[in-house]
Nanobody, 123 residues
């Protein structure tokens, strides 16, 4: 029933910006913590950012702090990831996810996932 759909990925040059969007439907509860993860070819799925149900608390992996901003608009059932100063190592498929329980830094703590959107950063 729950469906998450990411959009906004693409090909950008290093130093450029993208804004990823995640549209949520069929929510099982009125509010959920949400997260963004990414997976590069041959790599594990890594935590990127998370945001509390009302947007009051955010957290990021160290490598994106100061460059990425996670936000949400609960009235529209949307969550966003603004990505600035993109680097080659940011290249990955980016997934949004709905939090269930446990540490929000681990993908196993999220129980619903979008299909992913490709972000490719070129030099």
């Amino acid at each position: 029933q729950v469906q998450l759909v990411e959009s906004g990925g693409g090909l950008v040059q290093a130093g450029g910006s993208l804004r990823l969007s995640c549209a949520a439907s069929g929510l099982t509860s009125p509010n959920n913590r949400m997260g963004w993860f990414r997976q590069a070819p041959g790599k594990e799925r890594d935590f990127v950012a998370t945001i509390s149900w009302n947007g009051g608390t955010t957290d990021y992996r160290d490598s994106v702090k100061g460059r990425f901003t996670i936000s949400r608009d609960n009235a529209k059932n949307m969550v966003y990831l603004q990505m600035n100063s993109l680097k080659l190592e940011d290249t990955a498929v980016y997934y949004c996810a709905m939090y269930r329980s446990g540490s929000p830094y681990y993908f196993s703590s999220y129980n619903y996932w979008g299909q992913g959107t490709q972000v490719t950063v070129s030099s």
